[in-house]
């Protein structure tokens, strides 16, 4: 749900504001905030997928996907509010943290070798 008085960012903030919240690879495309995601082929595509659908939904906010054999696309905007708020920010680090986390260098963790996101 939107609230009243929920800010939209302008062209020029928003830029500020993937600068300043670490969102590299996260850009602005027809009044969008988007990112592509580039894997390793389809299984770890639709592992992607479900961790972003995981991620919205219990965020109550929801993004467009497309979605192919190695790529996906994330697109990010509150309708409600008529472009980029707060939430497709949050919801954006969110997926960024998620998506792109693997185990550090000499953890307990070893890390699958060859099934990652990368950065589009």
Do not use: C
Request: hydrophobic residues 40%; without cysteine.
């Amino acid at each position: 749900m939107s609230k009243p008085d929920e800010k939209v960012y302008s062209e020029q903030e928003i830029a500020a504001r993937i600068q300043a919240d670490g969102l590299q690879g996260w850009y602005l495309e027809d009044g969008w905030l988007r990112r592509k995601y580039v894997t390793e082929g389809w299984p770890t595509t639709l592992l992607l997928v479900n961790a972003i659908g995981y991620l919205a939904e219990a965020a109550y906010h929801h993004p467009d996907l497309a979605v192919t054999w190695g790529k996906v696309w994330v697109k990010l905007k509150t309708h409600s509010a008529g472009g980029i708020t707060d939430k497709d920010f949050a919801l954006a680090k969110a997926i960024e943290a998620a998506v792109l986390w693997k185990p550090a260098t000499g953890s307990s963790l070893q890390g699958n070798p060859g099934k990652w996101v990368k950065s589009g």
